[in-house]
T-cell receptor
Framework: AQTVTQSQPEMSVQEAETVTLSCTYDTSESDYYLFWYKQPPSRQMILVIRQEAYKQQNATENRFSVNFQKAAKSFSLKISDSQLGDAAMYFCAYQPSYTGANSKLTFGKGITLSVRP | EAQVTQNPRYLITVTGKKLTVTCSQNMNHEYMSWYRQDPGLGLRQIYYSMNVEVTDKGDVPEGYKVSRKEKRNFPLILESPSPNQTSLYFC?????????????FGQGTRLTVV
């Protein structure tokens, strides 16, 4: 079974600084998707960024980028120029890519990010 | 607007009183799923459905039922709720097999069982 580990329950960053959130996962599959979701106090699950395992290039979305290390099974999220609105809980998630089976998202425990003004 | 709609957003109920949380999507997605979110545990899958009349258990199905009579609707049923089912629940939907598949989540339902 796949597992996703977020070992840091909380992190804090100064506004305008850069922060990196860590995530490791375990799978025997060679093709899959990885995601970072943001959950603000409104509880809405917001997709931040997505990475396909077959792509070597790290995904980027504006101030958000990932460091995807497939061999190490590591998938960290870097937030540049942190803003107060980035304060939220962040979840790392794994999804298998094969069809005809459960497209379940396996989530880590989440990390609470606070941003200091 | 593409969306997944859950109702109610908040619910307080008593032990043993049957309840249903509704979920509806307007994107013609085949795949729908229910998750529960608990502190320190992340989100865990309860049940999923790959199409109409096709449902199966996820990781934590005990105490829950689902049905998929129509493609757009996927209600979560608690026949006899217990306090350990107090949680935040999310419904999600997505296409199956699409290259750029993305899960769309509902707004969440905060359930308290007393």
């Amino acid at each position: 079974a796949q597992t996703v580990t977020q070992s840091q329950p909380e992190m804090s960053v100064q506004e305008a600084e850069t922060v990196t959130l860590s995530c490791t996962y375990d799978t025997s599959e060679s093709d899959y998707y990885l995601f970072w979701y943001k959950q603000p106090p409104s509880r809405q699950m917001i997709l931040v960024i997505r990475q396909e395992a077959y792509k070597q290039q790290n995904a980027t979305e504006n101030r958000f980028s990932v460091n995807f290390q497939k061999a190490a099974k590591s998938f960290s999220l870097k937030i540049s120029d942190s803003q107060l609105g980035d304060a939220a809980m962040y979840f790392c998630a794994y999804q298998p890519s094969y069809t005809g089976a459960n497209s379940k998202l396996t989530f880590g425990k989440g990390i609470t990010l606070s941003v200091r003004p | 607007e593409a969306q997944v709609t859950q109702n109610p957003r908040y619910l307080i109920t008593v032990t043993g009183k049957k309840l249903t949380v509704t979920c509806s999507q307007n994107m013609n997605h085949e795949y729908m799923s229910w998750y529960r979110q608990d502190p320190g545990l992340g989100l865990r899958q309860i049940y999923y459905s790959m199409n109409v009349e096709v449902t199966d258990k996820g990781d934590v199905p005990e105490g829950y039922k689902v049905s998929r009579k129509e493609k757009r609707n996927f209600p979560l049923i608690l026949e006899s709720p217990s306090p350990n089912q107090t949680s935040l629940y999310f419904c999600a939907s997505s296409l199956l097999g699409a290259e750029d598949t993305e899960a769309f989540f509902g707004q969440g339902t905060r359930l308290t069982v007393v």
